[in-house]
């Protein structure tokens, strides 16, 4: 640590009084706090004497005589000086020859004050520090920088005790051997004799990121290096050097760790950037293909409408070719207007749909395509209600493009309202014209809103009269009013309804003026009100009408004949279930439904022979119609052929994998449907009778099992109680070979008995009808186990039966089913000393379901499937007897009542049966 001489402290800018040898004031320098000038330049010349008060005070004058207090310790004694507060201050006195050999001077220092350097308050100084050092150094011992001091030689003199830590120091390490590279790792160190020093030494500060190094571990630390020079704010003299620096090692990380998320999120940005173009590219080669199939499409649609049309006019047109036009006519403009909307959507997409707009009176326009919807909504029961209250206002519109906005908005709230009303109203809000239409359908789910005038987007499950379209009528709507200036909003709360507002600017300002034209307006609703009427003629259905392709009745066939299959058609397009009718009306009854609702609660009622079934319908589509069959006991086996416009292998599979019996894309021919059908309806009947047939016969195998083992009975209790006869009559000097003989006998017609006993309650649990009543389970359990207790009293089994067991059952049924599992269960713990019985119940799959768990032999787990079938028999007769009886009747008594049976075990682990009666809910 460098002495605190005088220079020193006078560079730091101390106080200072310069005494001559009398101790007279030679001069006042530093700054004083709290004096003046004047004051201070009158002490120049006076003795310092009445300012050092006290016993330091007068040693200080003294040792100055003598010349023995040169760089001694600091000490702390009153002050007295003009216009400074009296208290102690903590003074340094350093005496001074002159050059000449003179009398003896000297400097006295107060330390007291504002000390404005971290070289005057370093440790290190000897003796007592002052509170000012102490609170100087308390902060430099806290800092977590690396904070050090070296000479002008560039030699540290000090290290705070952070920097020593950062750089492995011992507390007691002596810097002063140290040299400033010392510090850096060698790859660094040229850099800091180039670069650094001479920076420092040239413009006294350097600041900038670099290593430093650990001396025990040679570990290089990142840092933010700062060194400055400690000059002599009076000539510039340079007194020394200083260091601060931090670890940023955290930082360093952190960069990295950004640097390395920019370099990812680049990487990412440049993939979405060339995904976004090759999207863009896809978008504009998707628009470019629509625009082109588009106008492919009308020519042969003008061929089939036109010829269609005359075709109509004929009014010698027969009854059923009349139909089957207007079919064919109703959906050629339907498929007019899809063709229409794609056209119009690809050249807004692509910026090439033009507009005129002229003006127009809005009202007179509404109204007129208003009025076509009229009819449509009274024949689905939908109150309908037009408010237009614009009479006589003059709005700038494209006539064509409005009337497609208006349609398109209609034709949403008659497919999505089934019931309730819908009101249409126009009017003017200010400077804009507001057409609202409001209805009561379903409603549309808040996070589908947003995507609402996405092309192509469809929201799912929404009750509809039909799940046809194509998903670009509102997007299209949205895109032509915003030609106009305006835009369209929607409000919705599902389950009450939802209302649309297209708002339009009054005026013409908002449209470009080479656009707007003077004189009458664009051509009227006429195309516009054809493609309405084709969809509410779709959307209201129309008679059930024969197919040509199916030629006349045949002449022997009559279809109120009883024993004509029943097909029941389902298809929620009106032309497309009459079409079907049709096709099959000659070799069966039809009955249709317009989706999986209506139909499911018809077929409940009729029980058709086959279901034909659309897949995409409102409500419950064909998939959920399969499966609600298919749980339905008195519909599980009848066939089901699904149609759908979904073509290829995963469709067919999908549609199987789901339980249909076939699978028909559309379209098809009339010919291949009507063979799959009848095919389908001969495998039902031929299944029915042949299932039939076995039914009859296991009734005749059970009434002969029956009859048998009751005939059987009397021989065997014959054979028992003449054996046991003779026994008595041979007596107990009989030969032993003879009581042996008689042992077997009674052996097997026990044996017998058991088996006629068990084939007996086999063949009874399939007769006669359930008689479902509360049975407590816990009692049947706890009877039936002190039987077998009684039976076997020498035996120690340990007996855990739940409290409030319970289920709905038949209670006879129920105690031959506990009988056989307990039964089971004792008979395989008996060669335990000492076995454990548990009865209880639990919960899977959300049902209750019992079990009877034991420790006894077990089995192996891949044999478990043999344990429920008739005489199948896991164990010698000798380690346990048995007849292979008993678990295939309890299978069959839990059959009865709906339920299912299962086991786990493991050889000499023993065995658990779980067991689930149909009505048991969980808990219950």
Not at 393 to 420: C, F, H, P, Q
Not at 559 to 574: F, G, H, Q, W
Request: charged fraction near 25%; glycine fraction near 10%.
């Amino acid at each position: 640590m460098p002495v605190l001489d005088e220079r020193t402290l006078g560079a730091l800018g101390c106080p200072t009084l310069t005494l001559d040898a009398t101790g007279c004031v030679v001069e006042v320098a530093g700054p004083w706090p709290g004096a003046t000038g004047p004051a201070l330049a009158a002490a120049v010349g006076q003795p310092v004497g009445p300012a050092l008060a006290g016993v330091q005070g007068a040693r200080a004058l003294a040792d100055l005589a003598g010349s023995t207090w040169q760089d001694g310790r600091p000490v702390s004694f009153p002050l007295r000086w003009p216009e400074l507060p009296e208290g102690p201050r903590s003074f340094r006195f350093t005496a001074s020859r002159a050059p000449e050999g003179g009398a003896t001077g000297g400097r006295v220092v107060l330390l007291g004050v504002e000390v404005p350097d971290a070289v005057a308050a370093a440790p290190g100084a000897t003796g007592d520090s002052p509170r000012d050092h102490r609170i100087f150094q308390a902060l430099l011992d806290a800092s977590s920088d690396f904070i050090g001091i070296a000479d002008p030689t560039g030699r540290p003199v000090w290290v705070n005790p952070a920097g020593r830590r950062m750089v492995g120091f011992a507390p007691d390490f002596d810097v002063g051997p140290t040299q400033i590279p010392d510090y850096y790792p060698p790859e660094h160190r040229d850099f800091v004799l180039e670069t650094i020093v001479p920076t420092v030494m040239r413009q006294g500060h350097w600041k900038g990121e670099t290593w430093f190094r650990h001396w025990q571990t040679q570990a290089p630390i990142p840092v933010s290096d700062e060194h400055f020079v400690i000059a002599d704010p009076g000539t510039g003299e340079v007194l020394g050097l200083g260091t601060i620096t931090r670890d940023i090692s955290d930082l360093r990380r952190a960069r990295e760790e950004v640097d390395a998320a920019n370099q990812q999120l680049r990487a990412a940005n440049e993939v979405i950037s060339r995904l976004l173009e090759q999207s863009r590219a896809l978008d504009r080669a998707k628009t470019e293909f629509f625009g082109n199939v588009s106008h492919e499409l009308r020519t042969p649609l003008t061929l089939l409408l036109l010829p269609l049309e005359e075709l109509l006019a004929r009014p010698t047109l027969a009854p059923d070719l009349r139909e089957r036009a207007s079919q064919m006519h109703r959906n050629a403009l339907r498929l007019a207007r899809l063709v229409d909307n794609l056209l119009d959507f690809s050249r807004v997409e692509a910026g090439r749909l033009s507009a005129r707009f002229s003006a127009t009176d809005i009202g007179q326009a509404t109204a007129e395509v208003a009025s076509a919807f009229e009819s449509a909504f009274a024949s689905a029961g939908i109150g309908y209600r037009v408010a237009l209250d614009t009479a006589g206002e003059v709005a700038w519109l494209d006539r064509e493009k409005w009337d497609k906005i208006v349609m398109n908005l209609l034709s949403n709230a008659l497919k999505y309202t089934l019931k309730g009303r819908v009101e249409v109203a126009l009017r003017r809000e200010g400077e804009a014209f507001e057409l609202s239409v409001t209805d009561t359908g379903g409603g549309i789910p808040a996070d589908q809103i947003p995507l609402l005038f996405e092309r192509f987007h469809r929201v799912e499950g929404a009750p509809a009269r039909s799940h046809e379209g194509a998903g670009i009528g509102l997007a299209l709507a949205r895109e032509l009013a915003r030609m106009h200036g305006g835009d369209i909003t929607v409000d919705s709360e599902p389950g009450a309804g939802s209302r649309f507002t297209v708002s339009l600017p009054v005026g013409r300002d908002q449209l470009p003026p080479d656009r707007c034209v003077e004189g009458p307006p664009s051509a009227g609703p006429d195309a516009a009100r054809r493609a309405a009427a084709a969809e509410l003629a779709t959307l209201q259905g129309g008679p059930v009408a024969r197919s040509p392709e199916a030629g006349p009745l045949p002449p022997e066939v009559d279809p109120r004949d009883a024993s004509m299959p029943t097909v029941l058609v389902v298809d929620d397009n009106a032309d497309m279930r009459s079409y079907l009718a049709g096709a099959l009306s000659g070799t069966c009854r039809v009955q249709v439904a317009s989706d999986g609702i209506e139909a499911l609660a018809i077929a409940r009622e009729l029980v058709p022979d086959l279901v034909l079934t659309d897949v995409m319908m409102p409500r419950l589509d064909g998939f959920g119609l399969v499966r609600a069959l298919r749980a339905d006991p008195s519909l599980r086996a009848v066939p089901i052929v699904l149609l759908s416009a979904r073509a290829g292998p995963e469709a067919s599979i999908e549609g199987l994998e789901a339980g249909a019996d076939d699978y028909l894309a559309k379209p098809f021919h009339v010919m291949e449907l009507r063979a799959r059908v009848r095919t389908h309806i001969r495998m039902a009947r031929a299944r029915a009778e042949l299932l039939g047939q076995l039914a009859h016969a296991n009734r005749e195998l059970e009434a002969f099992a029956t009859r048998a083992a009751h005939d059987l009975r009397f021989p065997a209790a014959a054979v028992l109680g003449y054996g046991e006869l003779l026994r008595e009559d041979l007596g107990p000097g009989a030969p032993s070979a003879i009581r042996l003989y008689l042992d077997q006998i009674a052996l097997a017609g026990q044996l017998m008995d058991a088996l006629i006993t068990d084939l007996l309650a086999l063949s009874r649990v399939t007769q006669g009808a359930l008689d479902r009543r509360p049975v407590d389970l816990t009692h049947v359990t706890r009877t039936i186990l002190s039987e077998l207790q009684g039976r076997s009293p020498e035996r120690e089994v340990d007996l855990r039966v739940q409290e409030g067991l319970s289920a709905e059952a038949d209670p006879g049924l129920v105690a031959v089913l506990m009988r056989n599992v307990l039964g089971n269960a004792w008979k395989y713990t008996s060669r335990k000393a000492r076995a454990t019985i548990e009865v209880g119940s639990t919960s899977v799959g959300g049902r209750r379901a019992f079990y009877v768990r034991d420790d006894g032999a077990g089995f192996e787990p891949q044999k478990v499937d043999r344990l429920f079938q008739p005489f199948q028999r896991l164990h010698r007769q000798d380690e346990f007897p048995g007849t292979g009886v008993g678990l295939a009747t309890v299978r069959r008594i839990i059959q009865r009542h709906g339920g299912e049976i299962w086991a786990e075990g493991a050889v000499d682990q023993g065995a658990t049966f779980y067991f689930v009666l149909d009505g048991q809910g969980a808990g219950a």
